[in-house]
């Protein structure tokens, strides 16, 4: 057993930074790691940070490992935002952080796992602390690709590149590690495509199944301007339940905590300065919810693009396996479009993709993106 073990198909990535983590000639202070969704970007990170803080080199058992892969060791700090941008400020707390010497383990690591929502100015913050490290730091920047993160920040790190797992690996993981049934295992891990940890709530959870054959076929069953728009208000309205149910229990256990912190239980009317804490709460509570409203909206969207992607396959048969199960909608839709037109429907998700990223409202982004659904005739 070793902290690599979770690490599935990441055969090269494991061998650079496993070497890095025992060889002193091969270790070096800010490092990228990059690859899609899913690839185990932040899994990699703390298994590294365990590897570097274990005096076996990550034995995956001792308390140093078992912390630094919990993201609870003292001398390994995490930084994961549900929020659209790091906070410069946040930051500059990190910084501060990353100036000590390690309390009790051998190196002090930083994970930033979303170095890539970080604007310009954030960046250029983080750009001078990481160019002259104190010599017991390392920090492992995660993005989706190296082009996620400004140059000057890219150029300083040296980079690590995840690759997509294959099907059979994700499956054979869920099987091992989640004791899920072989066949649903083979099924989620593709729908997800080898997105590791959305085929473990395919696997698990029955709804989620359910919701993404719901998306699917609602995307197939539009035939005209008005099936469209109920589908795309029917889409953002599954997306914002989603995100509710994600965020609710959260929200009021947070606000619970920081009145009873402040003293403010069961108080009819909250005195100022407990008012403005409370209100700043509730303002990153919302940005947490609209985020996770966009994540799930986005999910949706990768979705039908793997739809439409089956619907190529079929268009050009092509001797590959389909990724969704919906294999009558797909015969039909491939049966009534061209392959021009089906890649004309891919750039309009992808187009509704990009619109949600730059704040568009979803309502909208949706509805366009739905009226391009539909057949052309
Ligand atoms: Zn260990």
Known sequence: MSVWDGLVGQRRAVEVLSE??????????????????????????????????C???????????????AGTHADVKVVAT????????????????????????????????DADRMEERTSNVLLKAIEEPPPRTVWLLCAPSPHD????????????????????????????RDGVDPEVAEMAARAAQSHI?????????????????RTLRLAAEIRGVGDAVLAAADLVEVATAEAKAATEDRDAAEKTALLHTLGAEGLATLPPAVRAQVRQLEEDQKRRSTRAQRDVLDRC????LSLYRDVLVVQLGADVELVNPVHA??????AESTPEQTIRRMDAIGEARTRLEGNVAPLLAMEAMAVALRPQG
């Open 20 to 53: 890095a983590s025992s060889n002193a000639t091969a270790m070096t202070h800010a490092w990228l790691l990059t690859g899609p969704p899913g690839s185990g970007r932040s899994n990699a990170a703390r298994a590294f940070a365990a590897a570097l803080q």
């Open 55 to 69: 005096e076996q080199g990550g034995c995956g058992r001792c308390q140093a490992c078992t912390t630094s892969l």
């Open 82 to 113: 549900e929020k659209v941008f790091i906070r410069i400020n946040e930051v500059r707390e990190l910084i501060g952080v990353a100036q000590q010497a390690p309390s009790q383990g051998r190196w002090r690591v930083m994970i930033v796992e």
């Open 149 to 176: 993160v400004v140059v000057t920040i890219r150029s300083r790190c040296r980079g690590v590149a995840l690759r997509v797992p294959p099907v059979a690996d994700v499956a054979a993981l869920l099987v091992e």
């Open 197 to 213: 940890g959305l085929a473990r709530r395919l696997a698990r959870d029955p709804d989620a199944r359910e919701r993404r054959t």
């Open 301 to 304: 969207l990768l979705d039908l």
């Open 329 to 334: 909608e797909i015969r039909r839709l491939a």
